[in-house]
């Protein structure tokens, strides 16, 4: 299985929004709904934002939002705080119980 | 509170076999619809997932690694021990165990990560 692809970096000021894309194939991404991002500060535990495409688990602020279409999923950050400035990843099922993960984006609060 | 935390050797040779220990707690991997994967991050590059064992046992293994990896939990213990033999420097990385749960079909809690190093 194939890495997604990420943009390898992001930037937005506070307050802006920021959209995230993550392009897999028909076999991850675009073949089932269990896309996941994560925020990873370095040093730290990544965290889970987004698990099944759109939904938020509970604690997670709901100026992170995702979508899909077709290969491509997307993670939109609303009005950016500083603290927001992390590593951003994406995860999809793969099939036959694989799992594959997209490069990580880097988002710099300006 | 769930936590995940990784243990193991910071360096190892090439050739070695790499022993891995995930030391949970929070949760119990004998409940059902518990998992508990192992992903690593090579410097730079993508995360990759390596293996999974689920509350039930079963194992699953990435398709270009299926060979030097095995998995295995210590329920009693609340652990989850991954071994990868032959290494080699390409597999220079941070190691990341991480809980997967059916409610979320994601990764919903993860350890810090552990950084192993492969030279002679």
């Known amino acids: 299985q194939s890495a997604l692809t990420q943009p390898p970096s992001a930037s937005g000021s506070p307050g802006q929004s920021v959209t995230i894309s993550c392009t897999g194939t028909?076999?991850?991404?675009?073949?089932?709904?269990?896309v996941s991002w994560y925020q990873h500060h370095p040093g730290k535990a990544p965290k889970l934002l987004i698990y099944?495409?759109?939904k938020r688990p509970s604690g997670v602020p709901d100026r992170f939002s995702g979508s899909k279409s077709g290969n491509t999923a997307s993670l939109t950050v609303s009005g950016l705080p500083a603290e927001d400035e992390a590593d951003y990843f994406c995860?999809?099922?793969?099939?036959?119980?694989?799992?594959?993960f997209g490069g990580g984006t880097k988002l710099t609060v300006l | 509170q769930v936590t995940l935390r990784e243990s193991g050797p910071a360096l190892v040779k090439p050739t070695q076999t790499l022993t891995l220990t995930c030391t949970f707690s929070?949760?119990?991997?004998?409940?059902?619809?518990?998992?508990v994967s192992w992903i690593r991050q090579p410097p730079g590059k993508a995360l990759e997932w390596l293996a999974r064992?689920?509350?039930?046992?079963?194992?699953y293994y990435s398709t270009s690694l299926k060979t030097r990896l095995t998995i295995s939990k210590d329920t009693s213990k609340n652990q989850v021990v991954l071994t990868m033999t032959n290494m080699d420097p390409v597999d220079t990385a941070t190691y990341y165990c991480?809980?997967?749960?059916?409610?979320?079909?994601?990764?919903?809690?993860w350890g810090q990560g552990t950084m192993v190093t492969v030279s002679s």
């Open positions: 991480a809980r997967w749960w059916v409610t979320t079909a994601a990764f919903d809690i």
């Open positions: 929070g949760f119990s991997l004998s409940s059902s619809g518990m998992s």
């Open positions: 064992i689920d509350w039930d046992d079963d194992k």
């Open positions: 028909s076999n991850d991404v675009g073949g089932y709904n269990y």
């Open positions: 099944e495409v759109s």
């Open positions: 995860s999809s099922y793969a099939g036959s119980n694989l799992w594959v």
